[in-house]
C-alpha cells in the first residue's frame, strides 16, 4: 500500500514550464523505491492517457510521443519523490495529471494499482 500526493500544477502560458511532484507515503514493510512510478494525465473529455514512467532504481524512463523531448521524469528515492519536469507547454497538454505506483514500469494505466488525486495543469494560448 502506498498513498501519493501530487501537487505544482497551475497555469501557465504555451512555450512554458511546470514541475510536477508526487511524494510518496508507504506503508511498513515496503520501501517507496520498490516500486515503478508513472505519470498520466486525463483531459476534458478524455480517457486517461500515458504521458511517462521510471523504473524504482530510475535507470528506465518511457515517454508517449506527444511529450518527448519536451518532459522529464525523475525520482529521489530518498525523498520519496517523483517529478515530471515539463517544457515547451502546449495549449494541449492540459489536463489533470495523476501518478501512480506499482511493481512495473509499463504503458498501460490498468498496471498501476495505487494513484493520486490528480493536480491540474492548464496551459492557455
Known amino acids: 500500500q502506498v498513498q501519493l500526493v501530487e501537487s505544482g500544477g497551475g497555469l501557465v502560458q504555451a512555450g512554458g514550464s511546470l514541475t510536477l511532484s508526487c511524494a510518496a507515503a508507504s506503508a511498513a514493510g515496503r520501501t517507496f523505491s520498490s516500486y515503478a512510478m508513472a505519470w498520466f494525465r486525463q483531459a476534458p473529455k478524455k480517457g486517461r492517457e500515458f504521458v511517462a514512467t521510471i523504473s524504482w532504481r530510475g535507470g528506465s524512463t518511457l515517454y508517449a510521443d506527444s511529450v518527448k523531448g519536451r518532459f522529464t521524469i525523475s525520482r529521489d528515492n530518498a525523498q520519496n519523490t517523483v517529478y515530471l519536469q515539463m517544457n515547451s507547454l502546449k495549449p494541449e497538454d492540459t489536463a489533470v495529471y495523476y501518478c501512480?505506483?506499482?511493481?512495473?514500469?509499463?504503458?498501460?494505466?490498468?498496471?498501476?494499482?495505487?494513484w493520486g488525486q490528480g493536480t491540474q495543469v492548464t496551459v492557455s494560448s
Open positions: 501512480g505506483a506499482d511493481s512495473v514500469a509499463t504503458m498501460d494505466e490498468a498496471d498501476y494499482r495505487y
